[in-house]
């Protein structure tokens, strides 16, 4: 069924680039830019990917983040996920960039992003993966620190199709980003946002009607409210999922508790996607596992949720 699975083509549509980050290339770029970690080596590192919340993921996850200073690095993190999308069947990926994790850090704007666009035009050309860049918001800090980010992003337009919002969901609700998120639809940019993993599904609400987001990023407390299923059935409205992500971060306790099948069979428009592969124990292919091991899901659903990711992409 592994091989099935990883053969089928599929669309990855929620990747943060910086959480494909494998500890193996951590150590090398920590090597290349003299950082000394704090972990004695590989498997000290693996040891501490176990999270009781999204907060703690969060932490260890900027704390890896820090070894990306040069271009090339953010080029090799790219590219060496790029390598397990060819290695995968993965023909589209939309991923993820967060600009404030680096510029926060002295990293000039451009030199993450020179180095991850180049990766991503080198794939389409060498390795046959279309691509598209989603610039992504920090929830966390002021909606005045996003305003500055789109701003700042605009010489290099051309290098993404899109914006986001990611990051620690309770407590900031897509209405604190309303008015950045209406300046880039105003500049032409679609749009997504997380909502509905940690947060209640009033935040999908928001996503949706301020916000005016095309696509969910996770959503599955979207089952806690009916009126929101029915909307987004009848809208279409995509929901990408991450079910190892959902299980590591305690989102469900098992991954046998998950309802992507179930929203499947409803009608919702749901997809399989890895969040952040690195620290969650697999890319696109072994959440697709992950769902036949403990879930039961067919080939005919395995097809669906595929065909689904690739309905749903956006950049062309």
């Not at 990766?119 to 992504?136: N, T, V």
């Not at 806690?224 to 989102?251: A, F, G, H, M």
């Amino acid at each position: 069924m592994y091989d099935w699975l990883n053969r089928l083509p599929k669309a990855e549509l929620h990747m943060h680039l910086e959480g494909s980050l494998e500890p193996e290339l951590l150590f090398t770029l920590a090597r290349r830019n003299a950082i000394d970690l704090p972990w004695a080596g590989v498997e000290q590192l693996r040891d501490a990917y176990a999270f009781n919340n999204l907060q703690e993921f969060l932490d260890l996850y900027y704390q890896g983040a820090d070894v990306l200073r040069t271009e090339q690095d953010f080029y090799d993190l790219t590219w060496a996920y790029l390598l397990k999308c060819q290695a995968q069947n993965v023909v589209h990926t939309e991923p993820f960039y967060d600009p404030q994790t680096h510029t926060e850090r002295g990293i000039p704007f451009e030199v993450a992003l020179n180095g991850i666009s180049q990766a991503l035009q080198d794939g389409r050309k060498q390795l046959g993966i279309s691509s598209g860049l989603i610039l992504s918001f920090l929830r966390h800090l002021p909606e005045e620190e996003a305003l500055k980010t789109l701003k700042q992003a605009m010489p290099y337009r051309d290098t993404f199709f899109a914006v986001g919002l990611d990051s620690s969901e309770m407590g900031h609700p897509p209405s604190k980003f309303q008015r950045v998120f209406e300046q880039a639809r105003g500049e032409g940019f679609a749009a997504v946002a997380h909502a509905g993993e940690e947060g209640p599904p009033e935040y999908i609400w928001e996503a949706l009607d301020l916000l005016k987001v095309s696509r969910i990023d996770h959503g599955v407390r979207a089952t806690e409210d009916p009126k929101l299923i029915d909307r987004l059935i009848e809208e279409q409205i995509p929901l990408t999922v991450c079910p190892l992500s959902n299980t590591k971060l305690c989102v469900f306790d098992d991954m046998a508790e998950h309802p992507i099948l179930e929203l499947l069979e409803r009608g919702v428009k749901v997809t399989v996607n890895s969040d952040d592969p690195a620290y969650f124990g697999g890319y696109v292919t072994e959440n697709f596992m992950a769902l036949h091991d403990s879930l039961g899901m067919t080939r005919e659903q395995a097809q669906r949720l595929a065909q689904n990711s690739l309905d749903a992409r956006m950049a062309p």
